[in-house]
C-alpha cells in the first residue's frame, strides 16, 4: 500500500516562499508520476504541477509557472514542491498523490491518480 505524507505547510506574507514535502513510502516508484493539487475554501482542488519519477520531467500549471518548482530525491522517496513569490491566492490546502502506471506521463487530472496525501495548509496574507 502506497503511503504519501505531506509536511512543510505554514504561514507566510505575500511575496515569500515555502517549501512543502510528500514522503512516499511502500512500494517502487519507479513508473510513477507524482502530482501536486491544491483546494482552496469554497473552490474545486486544482491541479498544481507533476513529475514523473524515471524521467524527472514537469509539467506546471499556468496559474504557478516560473513561481513554482518540483523535485524530488530518489534517495528519500520525496518530492518537493518549492513555492516562491506566494500571492494570498495561493492559500489552499496542497494535496501530493501518485500515478502507479505514468511512466513518461505528466497527468493533470484527479482521476488519473491512484494514491492522495493528507494534505498540508498554505495560508498566505496579504
Known amino acids: 500500500q502506497v503511503q504519501l505524507v505531506e509536511s512543510g505547510g505554514g504561514s507566510v506574507q505575500a511575496g515569500g516562499s515555502l517549501r512543502i514535502s510528500c514522503a512516499a513510502s511502500?512500494?517502487?516508484?519507479?513508473?510513477?508520476?507524482m502530482g501536486w493539487f491544491r483546494q482552496a475554501p469554497g473552490k474545486e482542488r486544482e491541479f498544481v504541477g507533476a513529475?514523473?519519477?524515471?524521467?524527472?520531467?514537469?509539467y506546471y500549471a499556468d496559474s504557478v509557472k516560473g513561481r513554482f518548482t518540483i523535485s524530488m530525491d530518489n534517495a528519500k522517496n520525496t518530492v518537493y514542491l518549492q513555492m516562491n513569490s506566494l500571492k494570498p491566492e495561493d492559500t489552499a490546502v496542497y494535496y501530493c498523490?501518485?500515478?502507479?502506471?505514468?511512466?513518461?506521463?505528466?497527468?493533470?487530472?484527479?482521476?488519473?491518480?491512484?494514491?492522495w496525501g493528507q494534505g498540508t495548509q498554505v495560508t498566505v496574507s496579504s
Open positions: 498523490a501518485a500515478d502507479a502506471d505514468a511512466r513518461w506521463r505528466t497527468p493533470i487530472g484527479e482521476g488519473d491518480y491512484d494514491y
Open positions: 513529475i514523473t519519477w524515471s524521467y524527472g520531467s514537469t
Open positions: 511502500g512500494r517502487t516508484f519507479r513508473n510513477y508520476a
